[in-house]
T-cell receptor, first 114, second 112 residues
Framework: ETGVTQTPRHLVMGMTNKKSLKCEQHLGHNAMYWYKQSAKKPLELMFVYSLEERVENNSVPSRFSPECPNSSHLFLHLHTLQPEDSALYLC?????????????FGPGTRLTVL | AQSVTQPDIHITVSEGASLELRCNYSYGATPYLFWYVQSPGQGLQLLLKYFSGDTLVQGIKGFEAEFKRSQSSFNLRKPSVHWSDAAEYFCAVGINNNDMRFGAGTRLTVKP
């Protein structure tokens, strides 16, 4: 148990659906991240939030929309996804933002887009 | 460009044998280096990290890693592998205030 929870753990959706992924951290951290993990590829950093402000957006398609209402919660809103968006989506948090801090990961949401 | 390479996609070792997982990085300055492990159905867990000082770093679960600047490497080792070590292992480099680059991972299978 890392202190970072994600729901749902599995999600199957059609290309026209709208869904949201939720992440919650119980560690008192100030930074939260969304990563995409596809088979045989390095983890792809999607978004970084620091103190509820987005500080990084790595050219992610607009069909992915993050939201960070407070420092403990992070959402990823999904709409009109493509089959190639099927992947494991990991949430992480760290004390402060950045690649110099240990990140604590949730178990991920396995997303399948039909 | 900054990058992390894990040359071995899949490694199989016998239980009780020694293990070394390779990691090479490309980065201009002194990097912050990490090894994470991911068990099936789980997120990533930090095994160890190197920031500065002693180049041999001890981590959890009996793992260690050695930073070799001349070889741009940060290989992970364990003297005797247990069946529970079967997992995927990721090397990562912290390169600035908002980015951490991960390797593609090495999947470890442990034979009885």
């Amino acid at each position: 148990e890392t202190g970072v929870t994600q729901t749902p753990r599995h999600l199957v959706m059609g290309m026209t659906n709208k869904k949201s992924l939720k992440c919650e951290q119980h560690l008192g951290h100030n930074a939260m991240y969304w990563y995409k993990q596809s088979a045989k590829k390095p983890l792809e950093l999607m978004f970084v939030y620091s103190l509820e402000e987005r500080v990084e957006n790595n050219s992610v398609p607009s069909r992915f929309s993050p939201e960070c209402p407070n420092s403990s919660h992070l959402f990823l809103h999904l709409h009109t996804l493509q089959p190639e968006d099927s992947a494991l989506y990991l949430c992480a948090s760290s004390q402060t933002s950045g690649g110099l801090n240990e990140q604590f990961f949730g178990p991920g949401t396995r997303l399948t887009v039909l | 460009a900054q990058s992390v390479t894990q040359p071995d996609i899949h490694i199989t070792v016998s239980e009780g044998a020694s293990l070394e997982l390779r990691c090479n990085y490309s980065y201009g300055a002194t990097p912050y280096l990490f090894w994470y492990v991911q068990s099936p159905g789980q997120g990533l867990q930090l095994l160890l990290k190197y920031f500065s000082g002693d180049t041999l770093v001890q981590g959890i679960k009996g793992f260690e890693a050695e930073f070799k600047r001349s070889q741009s490497s940060f290989n992970l080792r364990k003297p005797s592998v247990h069946w529970s070590d079967a997992a995927e292992y990721f090397c990562a480099v912290g390169i600035n205030n908002n980015d951490m680059r991960f390797g593609a991972g090495t999947r470890l299978t442990v034979k009885p």
